[in-house]
């Protein structure tokens, strides 16, 4: 299944009627998990630069993957006077305060990436996880002959991509009766530091590992490390996710045991925050869910990413 054939509309076609009367927006309050992650800033480029041309404010937090930072972040931008409110998680634990807190004040809410559970915003912005990580995993099971032993590398556990991308992955592999799942782990922040020390405890329990999907690509390519150092580079094939610009451009040389991902369409995932955000508060009809499309990235179509990437 072609990831371009995925629908860049709404996946559900209820929506959300909303007030008729709304402020004009001239700040938004955007709160990210950790602007560490390649995946995060590129949404908030997208976020700033949009907001630039529409001569609006914006006012960005980093959580640095806490929640406890992030839900005290927020109570600060309630008290400065942000008329909007684009959110992405740091995680599943006390992820619905900020929307609650945004509700009181009656700000908009637009979730980006991950939606609190029992606390959703006025919409979801977010790359089809599930069908892009089945992708991915289908490709790299192919690549190693359809079957193998094969670990994951979560990403923070219980989060939505987390959940639908294992989802996905795990689709492709029941599908190959010949590809044995023998190692899972979970991973915090998403990064190539936890992919490297993840993938080597794999490698040295299970030094028969032919297969790893990363659910991010920082995990990937830490994953990518820890195979090169082990000299397991002709053995072991490696998938990720997200599109990453170092990820694109490792893939881009054609070279390496990180052989795919799905590149988000990130930048364009803050432009579609930033015009909802107008339109809720303008009291307009949105989509209940937008799914940017999510497109399966290998060396033959990397190089097309890296000079522009969506």
């Not at 400065?80 to 929307?99: E, H, L, N, R």
């Not at 794999?202 to 590992?209: E, H, K, R, V």
């Not at 040389?253 to 579609?272: D, E, N």
């Amino acid at each position: 299944m072609k990831l371009s054939t995925l629908l860049v509309a709404a996946t559900t076609a209820s929506v959300l009627a909303l007030p008729a009367s709304a402020a004009e927006v001239k700040k938004i309050g955007l709160a990210v998990p950790n602007l560490q992650a390649d995946f995060f800033n590129q949404i908030k480029l997208g976020v700033e630069k949009h907001a630039r041309e529409k001569g609006l404010e914006v006012v960005v937090v980093d959580a640095k993957n806490d929640t406890n930072t992030q839900v005290s972040q927020v109570q600060d931008l309630m008290i400065q006077d942000i008329d909007a409110f684009i959110y992405i998680p740091a995680g599943a634990a006390a992820a619905a305060v900020p929307t609650r807190l945004a509700r009181e004040a009656g700000i908009p809410v637009i979730n980006v990436d991950r939606v609190p559970e029992g606390a959703p915003g006025d919409t979801f912005i977010a790359g089809e996880s599930v069908e892009s990580a089945y992708a991915v995993c289908k490709f790299i099971i192919e690549k190693a002959g359809g079957s193998g032993k094969m670990a994951i590398i979560h990403g923070q556990k219980g989060t939505t991509p987390e959940v639908d991308r294992f989802t996905g992955c795990k689709r492709a592999i029941d599908e190959n009766k010949g590809v044995e799942l023998i190692d899972q782990q979970w991973s915090n922040m998403w990064s190539a530091d936890e992919g490297f020390s993840i993938a080597q405890n794999m490698l040295q329990a299970n030094p028969d590992i032919t297969i790893i999907f990363g659910q991010a690509d920082g995990l990937a390519m830490g994953a990518a490390k820890a195979v090169d150092v082990a000299n397991l580079s002709d053995k072991v094939i490696i998938g990720g996710y997200d599109g990453d610009v170092s990820a694109l451009e490792y893939l881009a040389r054609c070279k390496g045991p990180f052989i795919a991902t799905a590149t988000q369409s990130t930048q364009k995932m803050g432009v579609l925050a930033v015009e909802s955000a107008l339109a809720v508060a303008a009291g307009e009809k949105v989509e209940e869910r937008q799914t940017p499309n999510a497109v399966l990235t290998t060396c033959d179509n990397a190089p097309e990413f890296v000079k522009n990437h969506p």
